[in-house]
């Protein structure tokens, strides 16, 4: 019976694995040689590039359209390329994690979303191959990273690589990404119009050689308003200035819809479409030269405003939703500190911009809506809008006794279906006053 009830001493626990370690040991099986595959995705990474900007560009681009926005990303993925196995393996994990994930919202962005939004053409196929190159990238960096970890760096070592990798990915990672997505968006397919009277279909020319296509119905008043930007987002505006017999415009600004040219989220060179479009309406025999005004959303109405500034045709503007564009406005936002405003993604963000749509920021509106002056300039700003919004109380103030700045109900560009009544009145009265004919200025 002592035999039977002598049990045997329990040894030692063999060791668990949790699994989130497990998994990461499984990635440190990919090839050992990162190096090959860092260079090899980055290969792919340069012949989306090139594709990209040189071999199939926008309809109306060339390739010496593309010069910045080809070299610069060239180049620095040949400096990686050429320095990778000279590079620390902590940095060149990271920049691998970094590249692959930029890699991937490029592929996205450019490649995935045009494939579903419109059909598949060449240079999505190597958009998708960067994609892919960059998910290479991402676990190529992750294995890196877990092979060369070290357990005995001290704890102010740690917490200062972890401050860095922190502030790269805030101050450029991101920013860079919103900047590929903003150039590289998948272009919107041609809107259906229907506006309540019979359009004719326009075609326009922009002072460096692009066709935009428009839509307009003639003017019933001498007047016409260009309703602004693309021929989808502003038709409920457009109808209404219809039913007061205004001529309205829209159109499709380039890069978007089926005008040609590079798409720019932030308009950069958007004012050649808005002087092209002007230009028709000059020539319209149902216009009065002095009686064209601009009614324009978001990114539309920061366009109007800088135009404005450079041309008197434009007589009167509605900018409802006007924001920042760019570093220049952001600096004027009067809700960031001082010092805050330079410690941003802001500043990464308008030098990608400017590099990926081959274009130099436009001033600040603050400098030029003052020059828009005595001509009438209405900002609509949404009670609940982007917190950017916020600029147009100081576009307001430099624009002196000519502006006059309505707070509406509702989201971002939603003031008409918040408040149809009183934007009725309000908008419609606006054009009523500032375009009626012999309309004078006020000085």
């Known amino acids: 019976m002592s035999e039977i009830l002598n049990l045997r001493e329990p040894g030692p626990r063999e060791p668990t694995t949790p699994r989130s370690t497990g998994v990461v040991r499984r990635l440190a099986l990919l090839p050992r040689d990162d190096v090959a595959v860092f260079r090899a995705a980055l290969a792919v990474v340069a012949l989306a590039v090139v594709n990209d900007a040189y071999l199939e560009p926008e309809l109306g681009v060339t390739a010496g359209d593309h010069i910045v926005s080809g070299l610069v990303p060239l180049a620095l993925v040949a400096l990686l390329i050429a320095a990778a196995n000279r590079l620390p393996a902590l940095i060149r994990g990271w920049l691998a994690v970094f590249a692959g994930a930029l890699s991937i919202v490029g ?134 200035l219809i039913r007061h017999g205004y001529g309205v415009l829209l159109l499709d600004r380039r890069g978007e819809g089926a005008s040609e040219g590079d798409y720019n989220a932030f ?37 109007l405003l800088q135009t404005a500034a450079h041309t008197p045709a434009l007589r009167a503007v509605v900018s409802e939703g006007a924001g920042q564009r760019s570093l220049a406005e952001h600096l004027d936002n009067p809700r960031v500190g001082k010092v805050q405003r330079w410690f941003t993604g802001m500043l990464a963000q308008t030098a990608a911009v400017a590099v990926l749509s081959n274009s130099t920021p436009p001033d600040s509106l603050a400098d030029l809506v003052p020059q828009v002056a005595p001509r009438p300039v209405l900002l609509i700003q949404a009670r609940r809008g982007n917190p950017d919004e916020v600029l147009n109380e100081v576009y307001d103030r430099a624009a002196g006794p000519s502006s006059e700045r309505w707070v509406a109900q509702g989201g971002h560009t939603g003031a008409l279906a918040a408040a149809p009544t009183e934007y009725q009145r309000r908008v419609v009265g606006f054009f009523d006053r500032t375009l009626r004919p012999g309309a004078r200025q006020p000085r």
């Open 107 to 240: 592929g996205v962005a450019d490649g995935v979303s045009h494939i579903l939004a419109d059909r598949l053409s060449g240079d999505d196929i190597t958009a998708v191959l960067a994609g892919v190159a960059g998910v290479a990238l991402v676990l190529v960096g992750i294995t890196t990273l877990w092979r060369t970890r070290r357990s005995d760096g001290s704890r102010l070592r740690r917490a200062a690589i972890g401050l860095a990798i922190l502030a790269t990915t805030v101050l450029v990672v991101l920013p860079t990404a919103i900047a590929i997505i903003a150039t590289h968006k998948a272009r919107s397919p041609a809107a259906s119009v229907a506006l309540g009277r019979p359009h004719e279909s326009v075609t326009l020319i922009t002072s460096d050689g692009l066709k935009l296509h428009a839509s307009y119905v003639p003017s019933r008043n001498g007047a016409a308003v260009i309703a602004f930007p693309g021929r989808s987002q502003p038709v409920p505006h457009a109808r209404l």
């Open 267 to 303: 308009g950069w060179a958007g004012e050649r479409d808005l002087r092209a479009a002007i230009s028709y309406l000059r020539q319209r025999p149902d216009v009065e030269p002095d009686r064209i005004g601009g009614l324009g959303l978001s990114v539309g109405g920061e366009l």
